[in-house]
């Protein structure tokens, strides 16, 4: 039998030398390249080794991979790295696991001058580990992992496979005379990390991996280690499982090879002896006698010395073996003073308990309590900047069709909006759903009458923009397009900017200056800060909402940095007598601040949106005041958009009612109303009207424009069906008969205009079909695609808001009628099962229903009706949108919703 | 993934038309044990265990019965047996009735398959002393000879170790005949270790045919192809608890998703990062540490949030600290995973509400200071108390400052907390 075998090895091994493993000569090919990891890590690699990186593969395609010293080249095959000419000596693999044995034969395949190849995939079947091992031993190519972090030679600063030193090798890794080989690759790091505060570096590390197969395992690197001149000592780190320590010792001791350089060796993992799957690394399972009691005998034999104890240090010119890995320094110094070597430079610093980061608050005894010490460098100056970050902060991405605020339930059609289904949302007021969509969280119940005295005092809405509004109805506009004109008009006005200032500045205050609950005191800067951005020297004309809203912020019982800064001002203000200089704005900004402090402390929001969140209530509150249908007409709306106090913490959904249907509503209606908007909310990212907005903020627009590009993007195919219900209504039911839709006792014979429905359809329904229309008017609002299909089928929406309404008692005569009519047209055979109430209908006859009674005594027209029924549906879903304009400002990236030029095509 | 005896081994054994003994399941018929126990008047009952079990000889619960009434009596002492296996004791599930296979000698055979750390290939080991454990039996006893991997097992290595091993002249033939198929086995349908013992060898007709009366086979769970073998995923449940198999169910091959569930009465979530941090960390913490994990591997956002909304559902309840801990991280971007775990906590006790649990942070790597943060931003407001150590905090000393407020909180830490800040 023929085998291939060099050295003392009875197998191939092609490194004599650890400086031959990787060097200044060594050059690369990375496959999979631009893959998520190797994106990150082959950049870093590239530039520390001075640009050793000659090619990369991605399969099928071609391009460069960007790195500060130069793009390296992507090419769609090894075999068209071959062919440009491109000369290589080592593979890195980057691949999934089950690709990874493909990778090595294409490697090995075409480069006949491959030496090594370094696989950083974890996970590899033990079986396409043995072919490996196999095609590699036959092709005499030495192969670094799997499951490892690949190597590193400081000497050279050349770092090749993983991301050993993590993003900034040359801070862990400097130059010295330790080989380093570790089963762990982050301990590769973390080893060279901790021999370095006592003053040893490194000359060369090997992450090995820790799978069954360990294809550069310890007799090889010892080999090798014995042979490179840079190095005098080795320091190991073992796990349990594989025999590849007892072959190395036994080798040493049979004198395969000469090896006389110590060894610090730290064995881990004696409770993994009873499992039976392993955690971690595949490897580190043990059999039958490769546990790590074991290894740690082999380990004992071969030093001829006891465990390292760092308060007794004994030690052997062989080495010895320490219990944890914090004993390296301590072992390795005790073992060069053996073999009189000095460390290879100062020693700076131990690996005491160095406290960065704690809590301010919780006294812990004595012997627990640590001082804060100064993070090293430069995590200090770093600590001192990011103090200076809040809010929660997200990976920019590119966000076309993506959302983090939405999504719908396929089964059951359901939108979830921050984890909250629209159904849910619908039993909130609408003053909550605008917190929520903003703040991801409800909010307090001390912080509705906040809530509310915004929204109402920015109901206010200025002569020009109703004019707008106006001039586009007259010349026809649909409501969405009418409703965009005002809003187009906000741009970035002066309130929005102004408020947006001062909650930065409040925000940089607190901030910088660490102020919280416990601040008794203000740094003179801040005070000198506050008299020259928040005072003003000359008279400011008296703004009678700026003072009550003063008083308001005085009096709030939200206690929070935010407020106590804001009451702090004003308390200085009266002190000092200095006049506040925007005193309306600055008001709505700590109050807007006070309702979003905590969801930005939780990150749960980010720190610019609470400081737009006025931004929003003020869209919303204006996109209201525009909705009414005769500004004229409506005593309500005159009187809720002159920003007048005095009923300026009434509910935002009372006031809302009041201006679309002209009058106080009851109990039962409000409840209606809430279902109307909360329905309409949402239905996930993919709706045109989400996508408007999401376009217009990946196009960097203000927020008032990113809520008329939503505008924009509905029409008159918006509501599904729900318009063309209404028409379908208002034909089944005669205005003079019935007077009150929400009575049960109405005496209209339900059943017997369903049965007469049900038989006009099929006739019109044989008839079209004869005529050859397949395409025929269907009766709006039943059945829904995703329901059909059973006997008896159901919108779980509709469900749930019918369900609600019967619990409440509320009775709806349309929606009555519309159960009883998908039952008639089964029993009448117009079709072959019960078909479904879609939640569609439960809008429309809601909407029906409340305006039933103007529609009956002629106050409103068939074509306000309409409008009305839109308009309902544009403030629910612009409430709904907020959530995806602020999670695209957050997340997105600039003109992220651009269509490739791949995914177009040109129609003739 | 482990499986052993003939219940589910038979299914295998089907694949390669390798013989086996005929088996009943616990539920069989008077009818059925006595038509097995027809050609020898004996039966064999062992009980069933979910996973790879061994041993059970030793352990005495393999009996062989003479009569149907004593087979029957086995049973019900066999049916709920337990079995101390590695640290674990295991219920029985039932038991396996078992085809009594006689051999007109007291040799038996023991085969494995395995890959072997020691010469790095596969390997097959072979010995004429059956029903022994393997390790026990000196070198010349058995036959260790590599596989090679393009040709699976060589019928003349057969030959040969069985030779040399001094096997039976008339049972070698039989034995060279079958043995190679089990390479099949091994090679295509993701097994890790595949072991028969004992084989007996039956008389048939003439010849002898090789009768598996045993099996143990692991499976490598990174290797899909075990599953066209069709073995019912439920009887590897037993393997894992819930919490593992709840994790478990994140797996993909970029990891995270290795957890062992230690000691669910612990008082220490450590979340691990790195497959040494685990090793150093589970071996430093003892009985404090719930479970062993490995979360290293630069974990997406989403990932490592599921993850520890697990872990919370599971333990926030009565753990006294929450642990995490690795060395310097090379690419495990720290912000995203802390990102996870504390956008998790904060949502648990949203939801839950608020335990006093104490925080402590040995960690380095890429975005180190954004991380800590995050995570002090987030324990701020919950207003939980932590302390967060650097990377030139030996990680040591850091698992030993956690034992240490871990015991201070079981003290009087907690009560001192609920009485003053819940």
């Known amino acids: 039998m023929k085998h291939i075998s060099s050295k003392p090895f009875p197998y191939y091994v092609g490194i004599y030398s650890l400086e031959e493993l990787i060097n200044k000569d060594t050059r690369v090919c990375v496959i999979n390249i631009l893959g998520s990891e190797s994106k990150k890590v082959t950049p870093v690699s590239h530039e520390y080794s001075g640009g050793n990186i000659v090619a990369g593969v991605q399969y099928g395609r071609t391009g460069v991979l960007e790195t500060k010293i130069g793009d390296i080249p992507v090419f769609k095959s090894i075999r068209e790295v071959m062919r440009a000419g491109i000369n290589f000596d080592t593979g890195v693999v980057y691949l999934p696991p089950t690709a990874v044995c493909q990778a090595v034969s294409e490697l090995i395949q075409y480069n006949n001058n491959l030496k090594t190849i370094i696989l950083v995939t974890e996970k590899i079947s033990t079986k396409d580990s043995m072919m490996i091992r196999y095609m590699a031993q036959e092709a005499s190519v030495d192969v670094i992992g799997a499951n490892c972090l690949g190597v590193a030679n400081v000497w050279d600063t050349i770092r090749v496979g993983g991301a050993l030193g993590g993003d900034k090798p040359g801070e862990t890794l400097k130059k010295g005379s330790i080989a380093v080989h570790s089963n762990s690759g982050n301990f590769t790091t973390t080893i060279s990390e901790y021999l370095r505060t006592s003053g040893f570096g490194v000359s060369s590390a090997v992450s090995s991996g820790k799978d069954i197969y360990i294809h550069f395992a310890l007799p090889e690197f010892l080999f090798a280690a014995q042979n490179d001149p840079r190095t005098k000592a080795i320091a190991l780190y073992v796990e349990p499982g594989g025999y590849y320590e007892k072959i190395a010792l036994d080798m040493i001791r049979d004198r395969k090879f000469s090896f006389t350089k110590p060894i610090v060796v730290c064995v881990t993992g004696r409770w993994k002896k009873d499992l039976t799957r392993s955690v971690g690394h595949a490897g580190a399972l043990a059999g039958g006698g490769d546990d790590a009691l074991s290894k740690e005998k082999w380990f004992d034999e071969y030093f001829g010395v006891p465990v390292f104890n760092p308060d007794k240090p004994e030690v052997s010119k062989l080495g010895v073996r320490i219990s944890s890995i914090q004993d390296f320094p301590k072992a390795m110094k005790a073992v060069y003073d053996k073999i009189d070597e000095k460390p290879d430079f100062e020693s700076s610093g131990d690996l005491s308990l160095k406290l960065w980061l704690s809590d301010g608050f919780f006294k812990l005894p004595k012997d627990l309590d640590l001082p804060v010490v100064k993070a090293l460098s430069p995590y200090d100056e770093q600590i001192k900047e990011i103090n200076k970050h809040i809010g929660a902060t997200y990976l920019r991405q590119n966000m076309r069709n993506k959302s983090g605020a939405s999504r719908m339930d396929a089964k059951t059609q359901v939108t979830e909006i921050h984890g909250k289904t629209v159904l849910e949302l619908s039993k909130l007021t609408i003053e909550e759903m605008v917190y929520f969509n903003i703040a991801k969280i409800l909010p307090e119940k001390s912080q509705i009458d906040t809530i509310n005295l915004l929204l109402n005092l920015l109901l206010k809405v200025d002569k020009e923009k109703m004019q707008a509004k106006e001039y586009a109805k007259q010349h026809g506009a649909s409501p969405n397009a009418y409703l965009a004109a005002p809003l187009l008009t906000i741009g970035n006005n002066e309130y929005i900017k102004k408020t947006k200032r001062y909650s930065t500045m409040i925000i940089n205050l607190i901030r910088e200056h660490g102020i919280d609950e416990k601040t008794k005191e203000y740094p003179a800067e801040v005070i000198k800060f506050i008299e020259k951005e928040f005072f003003s020297k000359q008279a400011v004309e008296e703004n009678p909402l700026g003072t009550y809203l003063l008083d308001h912020v005085k009096g709030t019982k939200t206690k929070n940095e935010a407020v106590l800064l804001a009451q702090f001002i004003i308390k200085l203000s009266e002190d000092k007598k200095s006049q506040i200089k925007d005193k309306f704005e600055f008001m709505l900004a700590a109050l807007s601040l006070s309702l979003f402090w905590k969801p930005m402390l939780e990150k749960r929001i980010s720190r610019e949106t609470c400081e737009d969140a006025l931004a929003y209530f003020y869209v919303i509150a204006n996109l209201v005041a525009f909705s009414v249908i005769d500004k004229n007409k409506n005593k309500y709306w005159q009187e809720l958009t002159q920003m007048k106090p005095s009923k300026s913490t009434e509910s935002f959904t009372n006031n809302i009612f009041k201006i679309l249907f002209n009058r106080e509503p009851s109990d039962i209606e409000l409840t209606e109303l809430k279902y109307l908007i909360g329905l309409t909310l949402s239905n996930g990212p993919g709706t045109i009207s989400a996508k408007g907005a999401k376009e217009s903020v990946s196009a960097k627009n203000y927020i008032p424009t990113a809520f008329a590009g939503f505008m924009l993007n509905t029409g008159f195919a918006h509501g599904g069906n729900g318009f063309e219900a209404v028409d379908f209504l208002l034909q089944k039911f005669d205005k003079k008969t019935l007077k009150n839709p929400g009575d049960k006792n109405h005496s209209i014979d339900l059943e017997n205009i369903a049965t007469d429905t049900s038989k006009k359809y099929i006739e019109f329904k044989k008839n079209s079909k004869e005529s050859g229309n397949l395409s025929y008017a269907k009766i709006p609002c039943i059945n829904h695609p995703v329901f059909k299909g059973k006997d008896v089928n159901y919108d779980p929406r509709e469900q749930f808001v019918s369900k609600e309404l019967t619990d409440k008692g509320i009775y709806n005569v349309f929606l009555d009628f519309y159960h009883k009519l998908v039952i008639s047209l089964f029993h009448e055979g117009a079709t072959k099962n019960i078909f479904c109430v879609n939640v569609d209908a439960v809008i429309s006859v809601i909407a029906l229903k409340l305006l039933w009674n103007d529609y009956v005594n002629n106050k409103i027209s068939d074509l306000d009706m309409q409008e009305i029924v839109f308009i309902l549906f544009l403030l629910g879903r612009a409430v709904g949108v907020t959530s995806e304009i602020i999670d695209h400002r957050s997340r997105g990236t600039d003109m992220d919703c651009r269509t490739p030029q791949s995914e177009l095509s040109f129609v003739l | ?422």
Not at chain 2, 69 to 91: P, Q, R, V, W
Not at chain 2, 194 to 203: A, D
Request: proline share 5%; with cysteine.
């Open chain 2, 1 to 422: 993934m482990q499986i052993s005896g003939l219940r589910y081994g038979s299914k295998l054994f089907d694949l390669v038309e390798f013989p086996y003994a005929k088996n009943l399941s616990g539920g069989a018929t008077k009818e059925d044990i006595e038509e097995l126990m027809k050609p020898t008047g004996k039966i064999v009952v062992k009980p069933y265990f979910a996973g790879g079990v061994g041993k059970k000889g030793k352990a005495g619960l393999v009996r062989i019965a003479k009569s149907v009434d004593e087979a029957l009596k086995a049973k019900e002492d066999l049916y709920f047996a337990t079995h101390k296996h590695g640290n674990k004791s295991i219920k029985a599930n039932g038991v396996v009735f078992e085809e009594f296979v006689p051999t007109d000698s007291d040799m038996e055979i023991y085969f494995s398959i395995t890959d072997s750390t020691s010469i790095r290939k596969a390997i097959f080991t072979l010995a004429i002393e059956g029903g022994v454990d393997i390790e026990d039996l000196p070198a010349e006893k058995k036959a260790i000879i590599p596989i090679d991997p393009l040709i699976g097992i060589k019928s003349f290595d057969i030959t040969n170790a069985l030779n040399d091993l001094g096997c039976p002249e008339q049972y070698v033939s039989p034995l060279v005949q079958h043995l190679p198929k089990l390479w099949d086995l091994y090679d295509n349908y993701g097994v890790s270790t595949l072991e028969l013992n004992p084989i007996r060898m039956k008389q048939n007709g003439k010849s002898y045919l090789p009768v598996a009366c045993d099996l143990k086979a692991a499976f490598d769970q990174d290797n899909p192809d075990y599953k066209r073998i069709g073995l019912p995923q439920s009887i590897f449940i037993g393997e894992t608890t819930k919490f593992e198999s709840e994790i478990n169910k994140l797996r993909t091959y970029q990891g995270q998703s290795d957890v062992v569930e230690m000691n669910p009465k612990g008082s220490i979530i450590p979340f691990m990062f790195g497959g040494g941090a685990n090793s150093a960390a589970t071996e430093t913490l003892g009985t404090k540490a719930i479970f062993a994990s490995d979360f290293g591997g630069n974990p997406p956002y989403e990932k490592m949030y599921e993850i520890s909304k697990i872990v919370f559902n599971h333990f926030y309840d009565h753990a006294s600290v929450i642990l995490i801990i690795g060395g310097k991280a090379n690419n495990t971007d720290i912000y995203v995973t802390f990102k996870g775990v504390f956008d998790a906590l904060r949502d648990h006790i949203a939801v839950n509400g608020k335990k006093p649990i104490y925080t402590v942070i040995g960690r380095g790597g890429p975005n180190l200071i954004q991380g800590m943060f995050y995570a002090k931003d987030i324990l701020d407001t919950l207003k939980l108390p932590y302390k967060m150590f650097g990377y030139d905090t030996s990680m040591i000393q850091t698992l030993e400052y956690a034992k240490r407020i871990d015991d201070y909180w079981l003290k009087e830490g907690r009560e001192i907390y609920t009485k003053n800040y819940m």
